[in-house]
């Protein structure tokens, strides 16, 4: 019945910060950062998706500050950013640029990975020349680009009105989550994470999700049920990586394979069999291990091209 907002112990308890900062939106709206690791280390940005926090990224956290550089910052509204008024894909694309500006030097680039609306928020910030100039590789996890309430499976029905109807006031709901149980555990694992998932899992998860304020989810809520980033995929031409698990509910494999086609330099389509939509938490090694991948085939290039 705790109210904690993260577990405290085993590999999804968030590691301590190296240090701290805070950025500035174009609003004014104030987000938490976090840097671990080496400051001389390869960088990598960090954004989480729709109800989570920087601990949903705790297994990439621990295992990529060994030897890179790793930035995550909260969500407006999420984890420590305060809440804000203005809720939009702009304002995803504005609290990106304002980290990557924040905690990057000057046309120094990073390996960028987004969860579900972290995916969101690296699409509409492409086209940007602060995405340009800090950018040199992405990675996309279990996200889509557009149709994401009338495609979602979270309800068990055939596709249609009412199908979407449904899934919509569900994921939209203002009621708050209150405190984790094994009902809430059940509830969350079948909608976002796949049927094997372990019980660690689920309730690292659990308390990230249900520590995300009920008005805060209803306002992103709206946001995703109107997406609509097709349009900027041409604008995403860095070398992009895509993961998608093939039981997640909230954003089918099947939006995975769309990116994948349609980005103009995709370097990898992934489908990890059996997860769901917590990717990150679900198959670390495989995320974890995707950053890397990025991160030796083009950061380490890109930097050694900035030296004289």
């Known amino acids: 019945m705790s109210r904690l907002t993260h577990v405290i112990s085993g590999p999804y308890a968030p590691p301590a910060a190296r240090r701290e900062l805070v950025a500035a939106s174009a609003d004014g709206s104030r987000l938490h950062v976090e840097v671990h690791g080496e400051e ?3 960088a990598v940005v960090l954004a989480h998706g729709w109800t989570c926090s920087t601990a949903f990224w705790a297994a990439q956290i621990r295992e990529l500050a060994t030897d890179h550089r790793v930035i995550a910052y909260d969500q407006r509204g999420h984890g420590r950013s305060p809440a804000a008024r203005t809720h939009s894909t702009t304002a995803l694309a504005d609290d990106l640029v304002a980290v990557l500006g924040a905690a990057l030097a000057p046309g120094e680039r990073a390996v960028l990975a987004g969860h579900s609306m972290g995916g969101m928020t690296i699409m509409a ?5 602060e995405f340009a100039e800090h950018t040199a590789a992405a990675l996309l996890c279990s996200t889509g680009s557009s149709g994401l309430v009338a495609q979602a499976l979270v309800v068990p029905l055939r596709a249609g009105r009412v199908r979407t109807r449904i899934t919509g006031a569900v994921l939209g709901s203002r009621a708050p989550l209150g ?4 009902i809430a555990r059940t509830v969350l694992k079948y909608a976002t994470m796949g049927p094997g998932s372990a019980p660690d899992r689920v309730e690292a998860c659990a308390r990230i999700v249900h520590a995300c304020p009920s008005a805060v989810r209803h306002a992103w809520s709206e946001v995703l049920a109107g997406l609509d980033l097709d349009a900027n995929l041409a604008a995403l031409t860095v070398p992009t990586a895509v993961i998608g698990g093939t039981s997640d509910r909230l954003t089918p494999v099947a939006h995975a394979r769309a990116l994948a086609a349609a980005l103009p330099h995709c370097v990898g ?4 069999t059996g997860m769901g939509h917590m990717t990150p938490i679900e198959a670390p090694e495989a995320v974890t291990g995707a950053v890397r991948e990025l991160t030796a085939r083009y950061l380490d290039t890109t930097q050694k091209e900035k030296t004289p």
Request: charged share 20%; aromatic share 0%; hydrophobic share 40%.
């Open 40 to 42: 001389d280390a390869p």
């Open 125 to 129: 910030a492409a086209g940007r020349p």
């Open 179 to 182: 405190p984790v149980t094994p």
């Open 269 to 272: 389509l992934t489908e990890l």
